[in-house]
């Protein structure tokens, strides 16, 4: 995200902070809501595969847009504070605007937390290089063998960094408005709760088709209604 020469000059370190600020919630939340739908524990894992499966195409492009949005915004978040004329929303730029302010116990952490994860950052930038903000076109061509010239980028890459990154804007945050923000995120509608429905319709399903089967062996109509909250089916 770039800015504007005319308007980079009124943006003071608590405009920036405020801005990557809700950039990093967005990412938090969409690291939460992968983790939910497709890295839950394993006594969780068998009956979550098979309520996913009923909408299993749309499912599978969140499964790849998620990770790809998340790579973007750990990349941007670490990008330069400017390129070329324009001024980015990064990180680097927040310290700079630190700097700038007589805050320099708030910039060097943000810098030394982007040093500490200097080789998960490097995987993915380089993601975002070869594959999402451009497509490297030696890599289309040769096709499966170019696989991996990228090392994967793992779910751990990520949260590690936005972990790190989190707790120096806490900092941030604690000197700038006197405040902290918890690292977990609470969607409305979440990722649990388009779990808790396919659950329920499927159950619907089931019941459903049972009472059809019982009253169809015995020849006569039945007028069915479903309760949403105990997913039972209920016949006269």
């Given at each position: 995200m770039t800015h504007q020469n005319d308007s980079v000059g009124t943006a003071t370190a608590k405009h920036i902070f405020r801005a990557i600020r809700k950039d990093t919630i967005l990412l938090r939340a969409l690291l939460a809501e992968y983790e939910t739908l497709f890295l839950p524990?394993?006594?969780?894992?068998?009956?979550?595969?098979?309520?996913?499966?009923?909408?299993?195409?749309?499912?599978?492009?969140?499964?790849?847009?998620?990770?790809?949005y998340l790579i973007l915004g750990v990349s941007r978040l670490v990008d330069p504070p400017r390129t070329g004329k324009h001024e980015n929303l990064s990180l680097h730029r927040l310290a700079d605007a630190l700097n700038a302010e007589g805050h320099s116990g708030l910039a060097k952490p943000i810098r030394e937390a982007i040093a500490s994860r200097r080789k998960e950052i490097e995987v993915i930038r380089l993601h975002r290089m070869k594959r999402l903000a451009h497509l490297d076109l030696?890599?289309?061509?040769?096709?499966?063998?170019?696989?991996?010239?990228?090392?994967?980028?793992?779910?751990?890459?990520?949260?590690s960094c936005l972990e790190d990154f989190h707790k120096v804007l806490n900092g941030c945050e604690a000197v700038l408005e006197n405040a902290t923000t918890s690292f977990n995120v609470a969607v409305r509608g979440s990722a649990n709760s388009l779990l808790s429905r396919l659950r329920k319709a499927e159950r619907y399903d089931q019941l459903r088709k049972k009472c059809q089967n019982m009253h169809s062996q015995e020849g006569r109509g039945v007028e069915v209604r479903f309760d949403m909250e105990t997913a039972e089916l209920i016949w006269d």
């Open positions: 524990n394993d006594g969780k894992r068998h009956d979550q595969e098979r309520l996913l499966r009923h909408a299993s195409g749309f499912i599978s492009i969140l499964g790849q847009v998620i990770p790809d030696r890599r289309i061509l040769k096709g499966g063998e170019a696989a991996d010239e990228l090392d994967a980028v793992t779910f751990n890459h990520i949260r």
